[in-house]
């Protein structure tokens, strides 16, 4: 039976992971064609979506506060000032770093540990298990989701296999 630790740190580390080569595909790919990286970076699918920026700034926010907040300890705090693909680039590692330093005894009982936190004027409450599969995966998966989107509807080559990942 897999454990909270099994089904939340391994796979946030591996969205994250596809994010950032998603990321640097995109940067390669403006580079190519001398496109003004600002066109990818602040690109939307719809006038009232966030721009690409936000949507890797909000994954990687979903996916160190589901870590930390699982594992008990505090949430990181991440100024929101990227504006290139390289700083977005930099926060996924350090994203990714900070779950990788996540240990599998710090995530024992967190299935049932209550989580509160606000979401803009509204106090939301979990229990660990429903706070990782309803609220943390589906909130990562579709902000990296939409990162795919905006660069593939600007002409990056990227495929399936960019978002699942080698594995």
């Not at 680039?89 to 350090?94: D, I, P, S, V, Y």
């Not at 209550?114 to 579709?142: A, C, T």
């Amino acid at each position: 039976m897999a454990n909270m630790y099994d089904i939340s740190i391994p796979p946030l580390i591996l969205a994250l992971n596809n994010c950032l080569h998603i990321l640097k595909k995109g940067r390669r790919f403006a580079d190519a064609r001398k496109i003004d990286h600002c066109v990818l970076l602040n690109a939307r699918l719809a006038p009232d979506m966030y721009p690409l920026i936000r949507q890797v700034q909000i994954a990687a926010d979903m996916s160190k506060g589901g870590g930390a907040r699982l594992a008990g300890i505090a949430v990181p705090q991440y100024d929101d000032h990227e504006t290139t693909f390289e700083a977005l680039e930099q926060r996924l590692q350090k994203t990714i770093d900070f779950l990788e330093h996540i240990q599998p005894e710090q995530l024992l009982g967190a299935e049932t540990r209550h989580i509160e936190l606000m979401v803009r004027d509204s106090k939301r409450e979990f229990v660990g298990l429903d706070y990782l599969l309803r609220w943390v995966q589906p909130n990562v998966y579709f902000h990296i989701t939409t990162t795919y989107s905006l660069l593939r509807q600007h002409g990056v080559a990227l495929g399936k296999r960019d978002f699942l990942g080698p594995k």
